[in-house]
């Protein structure tokens, strides 16, 4: 999962939020350090990882992509899932998703101060540019994945991913659509983040 569903899947608050997001900002950070709060974030960030990427589903999802793309296709995939929840979000809940998506921002402008400083500009990007509403145009995804291939720092095949994703597209979204819903039930289960 990638930014947009780690938020959806934290709790109402500046550090849960920030925590969620924190799984991809660790460089330099000591994990110790942390709030409790964020720190319970980071490992809420971390359960969602480790339950998508060993889902069966996902795991037989990669074999999907070309072998020249495969090694990428985790990343493509998490991209690709926040595109479906937002596409797919009035399955899910009941609130629409034009304002999920400004509460979210709300949230990280809210946790700047608890973000390290690299952080702090990618979200700061994140809502200047509203990434999130961009995500539901198909497009959008495509051109977010070739930057990603951009900072990639060896020679790779990655930019172009999102011709493969088009052609399986149904199939993608369908494990999207089964996933997210076992992953919600997972992280309510696991309570990582509740107060104990």
Known sequence: MNYFAHLTLAQPTAASKVGNLMGDFMRGVREQDLPPAVRNGLHNHRLVDRFTDTHSLVVDSRRL????????????????????????????????????????????????????????????????YDWFSHYADLKNVGEALDRIAGRVRFANQFRGMIEEIDHHYA???????????ALRAEVEKQGVEWVR
């Open 65 to 128: 992509f070309s072998p020249a793309r495969r090694r990428f296709a985790g990343v493509a995939m998490d991209v690709l899932f926040d595109h479906f929840l937002i596409r797919h979000w009035e399955r899910f809940y009941e609130q629409p998703v034009p304002q999920a998506i400004r509460d979210e921002y709300d949230w990280l402008r809210t946790g700047q101060p608890l973000m390290p400083a690299r952080m702090q500009v990618v979200t700061g990007r994140m809502v200047d």
């Open 171 to 181: 199939e993608l979204e369908a494990v999207f659509l089964t996933l997210y819903p």
